[in-house]
């Protein structure tokens, strides 16, 4: 085949390409109902409404409803006509990371959140660690005292992260300062767990955190 010949072809197929380009794109798109989840990535500037953004924690799937409630997050206070939605997002059973975004998303909101409560206990006895950690640092951020028992199960959590989490939260709700020091024993408990163990042990049981 000639190179003249070859040419030619490869200048039609360029040429068919550009066309067809050019036709798809200038063809009426019809608006999805549910935006795609990279939509929604955090971001200085969100990219929806919060309403818009509601509709996808209701409908959307997994990875829609992570980016959304991301958003959220970062709105904090302002977006408190989404918690109901966010509070059945806790009960998401298709994703782990969705119960976990909504929990760190009631927590952003803040005291508004605090219909959320008992949801979020329950969290904190969710299969996945960080599932456990993110409730019970939403506990602490949402500021009602009456979890601190809750909290101080989790003081027993198998796993350190959501130990420490819980132990933060005490701190922030009380008002209790407990050591700095998070070096482990031989049981992977550091110190600072073990001195909020102490204290409700020896203190916190025994008050009343009912409000």
């Not at 939509?39 to 409404?49: K, V």
């Not at 803040?110 to 599932?131: C, E, N, Q, W, Y």
């Amino acid at each position: 085949m000639s190179r003249c010949l070859i040419f030619r072809l490869i200048s039609l197929t360029v040429v068919f390409c550009l066309v067809s380009l050019f036709v798809g794109g200038c063809r009426p798109q019809s608006s999805p109902s549910i935006l795609p989840a990279e939509t929604f990535e955090p971001s200085p500037t969100p990219p929806s409404t919060l309403s818009e953004l509601i509709d996808v924690l209701a409908t959307g799937g997994a990875e829609a409803r992570i980016g959304a409630a991301q958003v959220i997050a970062e709105m904090g206070t302002e977006a408190e006509e989404a918690v109901p939605v966010l509070i059945d997002n806790l009960s998401y059973e298709g994703s782990y990371g969705v119960r976990l975004v909504a929990a760190n998303a009631l927590g952003a909101i803040g005291p508004a959140a605090k219909r959320a409560i008992p949801v979020l206990i329950s969290v904190m006895r969710d299969d996945f660690v960080h599932t456990r950690s993110a409730a019970a640092k939403a506990l602490g951020q949402i500021g009602d005292k009456s979890t601190v028992p809750a909290l101080a199960e989790a003081l027993y959590d198998e796993k350190e992260s959501v130990r420490m989490s819980a132990t933060e939260a005490i701190s922030l709700l009380t008002g209790e300062e407990f050591t700095e020091n998070i070096t482990l024993d031989e049981n992977g408990i550091s110190e600072k767990v073990k001195e909020a163990r102490r204290w409700w042990e020896d203190i916190g049981q025994y008050q009343n955190w009912s409000e």
